[in-house]
């Protein structure tokens, strides 16, 4: 049981990292770095592991502080990380309206 | 339904996001829709977490997020556009010390008291605990390398080679120890420690200029420690969305370094740029004769009765902020009748594409932007070649001479142009350190000084023409 479950997930991260080669193939390099800033953002994931870890019963209080950082950590990875790919992305999209004020 | 199957529903829905986010930034138009979809997928992914039955300490978490929260969305808005790779290295470090944070507040969690840490789970632990602690230091030297707080130059010293893989093979043993012998915290934290030097030691001597290479690959590695942890929690959308991370990552990385035709070897142990840090001798030489310095008057008669134009930007554009300086010269030489476009070296900026960014902010029309394979066939029928800031993307040296350290770079061939106009602060070798032939070519003037300033007495010239 054990084994099997270990077996499903080494078969989903396989296929993650094809459809990660597949995706990021057809990303033009004009858009390399808003794709760095936003697979930054996404990595941003790592909060849901933070949050899950804080969460546990009975924690000591140094693993509770270390748990917390951790959430901290994510959390400005996250919230950074999108805010500033949106930011760039925004300078494309705005090319469309050549006469808007700075 | 049970709501552990709603939830593992919800983090379905958010590696959808994740995949769509991905998708959408294959075109200018519906990047902007991707980045939103995959924002919500996290908020998802957040709330379904939230939602778990059996988490406590609820208001010390959301506590924790609603501080932090808005120090990311501050950094985020407050960043200019120019210093924008540090700021993608310093959000990709916070991203990896939290996972080796993860890893270490879990290491308790899970290990069974008396008895051992399963093999899967112990391996996961201790693979995000120094991938994450690597990312985390390494992404921290290369914002401040960035950020000019320390050096770019490469930092080298004998034996470091030796110095590196010694304390690599020691951190892959501890590791071992850790899973087949005593399981002890206090190992770990060694470990996660020991992460931290080899990520600064690693970095340390990769030049600045290969800083946008290092941040990809660390970003790479960030993405891989959250796979990892997703194997300890057992939670799908951590693998997902940290393998595919990890691919993109490795994938660009991989890109960058066939855009500057160099290996990634090279760029992580070649110490980039230290030869030209050494004797100055050359730089002397090239300091004198050739270099003919000229006057904004005398460029602007030169742009003003052009057909064709050809802005070269570089860094050094970004840097004095004179992206829209540099819009407003090209409308007014448009009006004259004279044909301006752009030449985009892919490794022009900091970053790829990052050149794109920052003239799509001063709303320099799309169809203008040449890539470097349409513009190159161009330069023998350009008039003016306007190279703003730009340095080792316009060095012939890298098409004719085999002893250079960027041989073999695909470069814009400006000096092809009829006439060569370099607006640069001063003589000194750009950011790879290496001296540029073209400065002394015939054809090439220089017109020094900030390029803001260079631009805008640029403007005012050709107006009174």
Known sequence: MQTAQVIIELTVLVLAIFIGFEVISKVPTMLHTPLMSGTNAIHGI????????????????????????????????????????????????????????? | MS????????????????????????????????????AIGMAIAIAATFAQPDLHNYWSILIVMAISAPVGAYAARAVKMTAMPQMVAL????????????????????????????????????????????????????????????????????????VNAALLCGLVALAL???????????????????LVFGVLFVLPIGGADMPVVISLLNAFTGLAAAATGFVLHNNVLIVSGMLVGASGTLLTILMGRAMNRSLANVLFGAFGQVAAGPSGAAADMDGAGVRATTTDDVAVMLAYAKKVVVVPGYGLAVAQAQHDVRALADLLEQRGVEVSYAIHPVAGRMPGHMNVLLAEANVPYPQLKEMDDANPDFPRTDVALVIGANDVVNPDARSNSGSPIYGMPILNVDEAQQVVVLKRSMNPGFAGIENPLFVNPRTVMLFGDAKDSVEKLISSVKNL
Do not use: H
Not at chain 2, 177 to 195: F, M
């Open chain 1, 46 to 102: 790592v909060l849901v592991g933070a949050i899950v870890v804080a969460g546990l019963p009975d924690q000591t209080t140094w693993i509770r502080i270390v748990a917390l950082a951790a959430v901290a950590l994510g959390t400005i990875n996250v919230v950074g990380g999108f805010v500033v790919t949106d930011r760039m992305l925004g300078m494309f999209k705005r090319r469309r309206e050549p006469d808007e004020p700075e």
């Open chain 2, 3 to 38: 709501r552990s199957d709603a939830i593992a529903l919800a983090y379905l829905a958010t590696i959808i996001a994740f995949i769509l986010a991905l998708r959408f930034l294959s075109s200018p138009t519906t990047a902007p829709l991707g980045n939103r979809i995959g």
């Open chain 2, 91 to 162: 959000f990709n470090g916070v991203g990896g010390g939290a996972a080796a944070l993860v890893a270490l507040a879990d290491f308790y969690a899970v290990a069974p008291d008396p008895g051992r840490i399963k093999a899967d789970v112990g391996i996961s632990i201790v693979l995000s605990a120094l991938i994450g602690g690597i990312s985390f230091a390494g992404s921290l030297v290369a914002f401040a390398k960035l950020q000019e707080l320390i050096r770019g130059r490469p930092i080298v010293y004998r034996g470091q080679k030796v």
């Open chain 2, 177 to 195: 120890v850790i899973l087949v012998g005593p399981q002890r915290e206090s190992l770990l934290i060694v470990l996660v420690a020991g992460a």
